[in-house]
Each structure stands twice: as C-alpha cells, then as structure tokens.
C-alpha cells in the first residue's frame, strides 16, 4: 500500500517536471530587480502587476516557426498575449549586463540562449512589431566545451543568463528578446520548442551604432528547414548551427 502510494507519487512528480518548462521571471540591470511577467499569478491579482516583460500564457513552447507567437510568446488560439506591449520600460546604460532569471528549467531541455533587439521607432508601451523585420542578434551561444547554453551554462549561473547590451547602441527605447530552444524532441519539425521572453527597456549613452541591413522578423527568422531547427541531440556529434542571423558586432 505504502510503496503503491509512493510510486503513485514519484510518478506525478514525474510528470510534473515533464510539464513544468520554464519563462524568465527576474530581469536584473545593475542592482535593480525586475519582477517577469509571471503567468500563473499576475492575471489574477488585482490590481494586475505592472511590469516591463510582455505577458504570456504560461511556461509552455511555441513550436510552429510561422506562428506570431514566435516573436514574444503568446496563444494564438486565445489572441496572442506576447503582441501586447508591456506598461513599464527598464533603464539601462549601454554596455551594461543584464541578468535574466529563468524558472525552473528541465534538464531534458538542452539547447542554445539567444537575445535579439529591435528599436521602437515610437512609444515601446504601444508598440507592436507585427512581422516587420526589426530584430538584430546581440548573443548567441549553443554546444561548447561547458555543454549546452539553456541547460549545463544556465545550471552552472544558478538559472542566471548574462547578455551585453551592445556598449555603442544608440540610446532609445527597444524590446530585448530573449528565447531558449529546447531541442529534445528536435528530431524532425515540428520538434523544436522555442520559449521566447520580450522586455521593454530604454537604452541610455552616448552611442550611435544601429545595425542597418540584415534584420529579421519573427516569424520568420526561422523556417523549418533553417540549420539548427532540427537536430538530433542524441547522436549527432558535429558542432551545432544556432539558428538566425550572425550576431551584429556594429555596436561593440
Ligand atoms: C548533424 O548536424 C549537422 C548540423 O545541423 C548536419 O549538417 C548533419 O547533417 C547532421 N548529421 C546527422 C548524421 O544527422
């Protein structure tokens, strides 16, 4: 009886990790904190929390590449929560590091971190990229000697992703987004989850670098057949090819 009822209970929480993926619910910029949007909390507060990271639905992947729900996350099937723009914008000096505080994240779910930007060419409150191509890559990293950049790296930071703000960005409003990829059922498309997070910030400076071409949208930065999107884990040895444009070093 014992035994039945403590199997019974190694096996839900077994299937509480397998579900339980994972967003960013801390942003930190110096040694200012930035509470995430967080999902299973903030819809029912009243009044709802204001914060700087676009809402989601939950912890749950995107995994149609041609889905808006690729640019901030969303639900399509319920209106796309990650096309809503955020109330509030965070201060940051170009230059500076931002620190991004993941949830709990599945050691299953190996794979590559990316961070992207766009610049709002108007008030970031009210703005939605839609499927323009605006987004520039700022990091990248995926398979290295230290493992794989959502999981081992990640683990290794205490759930703590570090990128630079580009030291020479022109000072303006831009949402920063940030995704990981998790490749354990990338074998074929759709395989591939995707767990994008859109912040708003205002970048202060005195820099004048933006990037001009080579901008991409999302969707579309991405296609089924982009290298990186499917790929299997398991058995392949090669270096993996993190998908998206090259990172943009204008602004270094
Ligand atoms: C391993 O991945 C690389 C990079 O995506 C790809 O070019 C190659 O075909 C893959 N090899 C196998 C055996 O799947």
């Given at each position: 009886m014992f035994t039945a009822i403590a199997s019974l209970l190694t096996l839900s929480l077994y299937l509480l990790s397998v579900n339980a993926h994972g967003y960013v619910q801390d942003v930190q910029i110096g040694s200012t904190h930035y509470t995430g949007y967080l999902p299973y909390q903030d819809p029912y507060m009243?009044?709802?929390?204001?914060?700087?990271?676009?809402?989601?639905?939950?912890?749950g992947p995107i995994t149609d590449v041609k889905s808006i729900d690729m640019q901030c996350n969303g639900n399509t099937a319920g209106g796309s929560p990650g096309t809503s723009p955020a109330p509030l914008v965070?201060?940051?000096?170009?230059?500076?590091d931002v620190k991004l505080t993941w949830t709990t994240w599945?050691?299953?779910?190996?794979?590559?971190?990316?961070?992207?930007?766009?610049?709002?060419?108007?008030?970031i409150t009210k703005w939605n990229p839609g499927t323009?191509?605006?987004?520039?890559?700022?990091?990248?990293?995926?398979?290295?000697?230290?493992?794989?950049?959502?999981?081992?790296?990640?683990?290794?930071?205490?759930?703590?992703?570090?990128?630079?703000?580009?030291p020479k960005l022109k000072p303006g409003q831009y949402i920063i987004r940030h995704e990981l990829i998790a490749l354990h059922e990338s074998f074929g498309y759709p395989g591939s989850q995707f767990y994008p997070s859109c912040i708003q910030v205002e970048v202060t400076g005195s820099g004048t670098a933006l990037p001009t071409s080579g901008l991409v949208s999302f969707p579309g930065a991405y296609t089924q057949s982009s290298p990186g999107i499917v790929y299997n884990i398991y058995t392949n040895t090669s270096a993996y090819p993190i998908p998206g444009p090259a990172v943009w070093k204008g602004g270094n």
């Open positions: 009243n009044p709802q929390p204001q914060r700087i990271i676009r809402k989601i639905p939950g912890n965070a201060k940051v000096a170009a230059g500076s599945p050691e299953s779910h190996k794979g590559p971190a990316l961070t992207y930007m766009a610049r709002a060419p108007s008030d323009s191509a605006v987004w520039f890559k700022v990091a990248e990293a995926g398979k290295t000697s230290a493992g794989w950049a959502a999981t081992d790296v990640l683990y290794a930071n205490n759930h703590v992703y570090t990128f630079k703000i580009p």
